[in-house]
């Protein structure tokens, strides 16, 4: 987990999911051999796991909806409704305010359609599994390498040899940590995210960042500029309270959610210039590793990391597209 999103109380939200979906495989039957209470039961607690990610699209979407319709809306339109402290001085003014209000609506506009998208795709894509070929399987004795392959691996277990999972009882890839609540292994595993319900892993990090980065891009711009609507609205004699209480409280709560989404980006940005995943810059903050800040794994160069991350084209960097081969995420320079 990152810092920031930690603060944003999700150790609470992990631990409630864990414990819904330690319910889900262990203590209920599959949906077809299910009774109808038993149904009732899965569909509460699939609608518990969805949860988080409800609340972010609502806040994110209905932030735009407020945005759009109580603050650049008044300032594109001439409309006879607008209240009267948006009646600019000049001509000029007014001018300012619409050309103001139209780039505020492409960065807004662009940002949202992109922050849904990638978060579509880091919520339907696989993070990446160990496959099944015998590789990967544990040898009989537990210990020894099963192949020559693994012998490249460079995380080890504390007498030496090549790590296996005890859960999924395979060997397991450099960087690859088992989820509690995915309950399986998942390859480059940065850590579960209940905002979209699903791992963050090798084959959906880029779909994760390109989310954080449009998130904060359309949450930071709220921040810098919806304040003025607050002091319009606040400062109108015909505003009702309702509407007053109503806009102060949407700021407030979408500023502290921008606040952590953009503390949160700037930390991942930290990571992929470092080449660490959040767990294994927990780990080793937590063994107060010294020099923590210099991965094992790290190619060199902020610019060979950030390939490592997001791809070989810096042009695509900030687009939720796919660029890992299939046969990727198990062996790192
Ligand atoms: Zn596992
Ligand atoms: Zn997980």
Redesign the pocket.
Known sequence: MGEAEQSFSSITISKACANIEADLSNHLPPWKESSLSQKVHISILYFLICLPVIVLLSVVIGGYIIYVTLYIYYLIADGDDTPEIYYWHSDTEKENARIRGIIFLVIQTWSLFWFLISHGRAMFTDPGQIPDSRQWEVPSDGNSESSEDQKRLAERSKKGYSRSCNHCKKKKPDRTHH?R??NRC?LKMDH?CNWIAN?VGFFNYKYFFVMVFYGSVLLGLFIATFWECVVVILHDSDSSTELCLFVVLSYSLISLLGIAVIGFCFFHIWQMRNNYTTIEFCEKKRKDVPGYNKSPFDRGGWYENFKEALGDKPWMWLFPTNYRTPDGGLYFK
């Open positions: 989820c609540q995915c998942n579960h791992c």
